[in-house]
Each structure stands twice: as structure tokens, then as C-alpha cells.
């Protein structure tokens, strides 16, 4: 999600007008059974979501194209029995998966150049499901070679994202979160993107509380059992500066040129914990 003190994109726009249209379910005030619904068929759509992106990963090859991925992505939403999330958005994103090749940071719309060996390429999925959306991301190599301080970068983004995720339990602050993640990405040398942050998600892709990977503990959000929310580090190995590509009006690239990082999973608030609804089989 892009914080509203920076300028928001295409992609942006579009999902907070579907949030104002769809039906939120606030937790505190909701029916155990509306509750238990939400669980039950986020942990189905969750499911193929995980499913799916690990498949995705044994998929890509040297050579592919953006939009070949993307061709295959789709059928697959389909064939497992959910739907393309971003064709329902109010302005039509050019795809059914994101992918950012090595500047790109996020919202890449699919292209017809081909991946070469050692590129750095993030997938960032949405999908519907029975009145219910799931959301994630990961970012890989290409091939068998690649830049070691591209898979450092990787390692120490999605070891920030496992640190946030390990903070969530009832009555943890989305600062917790944030804190943690900020902590493991600086630690790693790494520039941490703050203008595009998680989420909460259900009935629609964005929904509150925000999820910055930043922050401080204590502060923000207090989590309750039945949250579902998307943590998402973003990462960069230089500068975190980051801008709107005119051309597509929607990638999202570095400034300065720097491999840029993406990883995400949804997760559920549990009475003890956690329980991450996008894992694969």
C-alpha cells in the first residue's frame, strides 16, 4: 500500500476504490460465525495462492517473457478455482500478476522482454476467492547464476519478513511489526522502502490497519484475534528512492537504478499467534 503522503499510483487508487465497495468485516464487532467464515475461506484461497506461486517458482526459466508468465498465471488462477483479482480493479492493470525485473521494485506490469540469466525478478499475487482475497509475493534469480549481493539482499529481505511475521499474536502493535522488519533490513545493509508499506485484507485487497515495515514498538494498531493482514518488506541495495514509470503508469522502479526486493505473506491473527494463510502444501 502506498501511504498517502507520497504520490499514489494507478494501482493504488484503483484498490482503495474497490475497499470503499466492498464489505468490510470489523473484527471486534462481527458474529463468531461471520469470523469463522472469513478464516475458513481465506485459508482455502490462501492455499491456492501458496500453491500456486510455489509452482510459479519451479515455472520461470531463462528466456521466458513477462507476459508468457503472466499467460500461464492466469490460466492457473482459474484452473484451481479462483479468479483474477486485478481484473477487478476500477483501472485495468495490464495483467494477472505483477512482475518486477531488477529496478523494478513492485506493480511491474508484465512485458514482452525476455528474462535473462541472473535477473532479479519479483512476483506479487493477489487473488479472489469466494468473496475473499489472499495476497503474497517472493523474489527470485533466474536461472542458476546471479549476483551474490542480489540473493544476500533476498535472504535478509524475506529474514526481516519472518521477523514480522514472528511479532504477531493478540495485542501486538503493528509497530512491533514494523520495528522488526526495519531492524533485520538495516542490520543487512540494505535501503528500506517506506512508501509503499502492508495491509489488512479480507473482503477487500486493502484494508486497515496500514502495515509499514517500519516503526516503533508499542505504537500503532493493537492486533486482535481474527486479523488478517499482508506483511511485505520491500528492499533495495541502494538508495530507497523510488518513482512511477510514465510508460506503463505502473511499475514502480529505484531511482538510482539498484535491484529493488519484494517478498509478502498473508497472516492470520490466532488466539495464541499466528497462522500464515499462504503458505503451499
Same mark, same amino acid.
Given at each position: 500500500?502506498? /501511504?498517502? #503522503?507520497?504520490?499514489?499510483?494507478?494501482?493504488?487508487?484503483?484498490?482503495?476504490?474497490?475497499?470503499?465497495k466492498q464489505g468490510i468485516i470489523n473484527i471486534e464487532t462481527a458474529s463468531r460465525a461471520e469470523v469463522d467464515q472469513k478464516i475458513a475461506t481465506m485459508r482455502e484461497c490462501g492455499k491456492i495462492l501458496g500453491n500456486l506461486l510455489r509452482d510459479l517458482r519451479d515455472y520461470v526459466q531463462p528466456g521466458m517473457t513477462g507476459k508468457q508468465i503472466d499467460a500461464w498465471v492466469r490460466?492457473?488462477?482459474?484452473?484451481?478455482?479462483?479468479?483474477?483479482?486485478? $481484473?477487478? /480493479?476500477?483501472?485495468?492493470?495490464?495483467?494477472?500478476?505483477? !512482475?518486477?525485473?531488477?529496478?523494478?521494485?513492485?506493480?511491474?506490469?508484465?512485458?514482452?522482454?525476455?528474462?535473462?540469466?541472473?535477473?532479479?525478478?519479483?512476483?506479487?499475487?493477489? !487473488?479472489?476467492?469466494?468473496?475473499?482475497?489472499? $495476497?503474497?509475493?517472493?523474489?527470485?534469480?533466474?536461472? $542458476?547464476?546471479?549476483?551474490?549481493?542480489?540473493?544476500?539482499?533476498?535472504?535478509?529481505?524475506?529474514?526481516?519478513?519472518?521477523?514480522?511475521?514472528?511479532?504477531?499474536?493478540?495485542?501486538?502493535? !503493528?509497530?512491533?511489526?514494523?520495528?522488526?522488519?526495519?531492524?533485520? /533490513?538495516?542490520?543487512?545493509?540494505?535501503?528500506?522502502?517506506?512508501?509503499?508499506? @502492508?495491509?489488512?485484507?479480507?473482503?477487500?485487497?486493502?484494508?486497515?490497519?496500514?502495515?509499514?515495515?517500519?516503526?516503533?514498538?508499542? *505504537?500503532?494498531?493493537?492486533?486482535?484475534?481474527?486479523?488478517?493482514?499482508?506483511?511485505?518488506?520491500?528492499?533495495?541495495? @541502494?538508495?530507497?528512492?523510488?518513482?512511477?514509470?510514465?510508460?506503463?503508469?505502473?511499475?514502480?522502479?529505484?531511482?538510482?537504478?539498484?535491484? @529493488?526486493? *519484494?517478498?509478502?505473506?498473508?497472516?492470520?491473527?490466532? #488466539?495464541?499467534?499466528?497462522? !500464515? /494463510?499462504?503458505?503451499?502444501?
Amino acid at each position: 500500500m502506498l /501511504l498517502s #503522503k507520497f504520490r499514489t499510483s494507478t494501482v493504488e487508487k484503483s484498490k482503495k476504490a474497490m475497499a470503499s465497495k466492498q464489505g468490510i468485516i470489523n473484527i471486534e464487532t462481527a458474529s463468531r460465525a461471520e469470523v469463522d467464515q472469513k478464516i475458513a475461506t481465506m485459508r482455502e484461497c490462501g492455499k491456492i495462492l501458496g500453491n500456486l506461486l510455489r509452482d510459479l517458482r519451479d515455472y520461470v526459466q531463462p528466456g521466458m517473457t513477462g507476459k508468457q508468465i503472466d499467460a500461464w498465471v492466469r490460466k492457473e488462477i482459474v484452473k484451481r478455482g479462483a479468479k483474477v483479482a486485478y $481484473d477487478m /480493479l476500477d483501472y485495468p492493470f495490464p495483467g494477472a500478476i505483477c !512482475i518486477s525485473v531488477n529496478d523494478e521494485l513492485v506493480h511491474g506490469a508484465p512485458t514482452d522482454e525476455p528474462l535473462e540469466e541472473g535477473d532479479k525478478v519479483s512476483f506479487d499475487l493477489d !487473488i479472489y476467492y469466494n468473496g475473499y482475497f489472499t $495476497d503474497s509475493a517472493f523474489t527470485m534469480i533466474v536461472g $542458476d547464476k546471479g549476483n551474490p549481493a542480489v540473493k544476500k539482499m533476498i535472504e535478509v529481505t524475506e529474514a526481516s519478513m519472518w521477523e514480522g511475521i514472528a511479532q504477531v499474536k493478540p495485542g501486538a502493535h !503493528i509497530g512491533d511489526v514494523g520495528h522488526a522488519v526495519e531492524q533485520v /533490513l538495516r542490520k543487512g545493509h540494505l535501503g528500506v522502502i517506506e512508501n509503499y508499506i @502492508g495491509h489488512g485484507i479480507g473482503k477487500s485487497m486493502h484494508e486497515p490497519p496500514e502495515v509499514p515495515n517500519y516503526g516503533k514498538k508499542g *505504537h500503532g494498531y493493537r492486533l486482535v484475534e481474527g486479523d488478517t493482514i499482508c506483511i511485505e518488506p520491500m528492499s533495495c541495495l @541502494g538508495k530507497p528512492a523510488n518513482y512511477v514509470d510514465k510508460d506503463s503508469n505502473w511499475t514502480v522502479r529505484m531511482k538510482d537504478g539498484s535491484v @529493488g526486493c *519484494h517478498c509478502e505473506h498473508t497472516v492470520l491473527v490466532t #488466539k495464541d499467534g499466528y497462522e !500464515i /494463510l499462504t503458505l503451499p502444501d
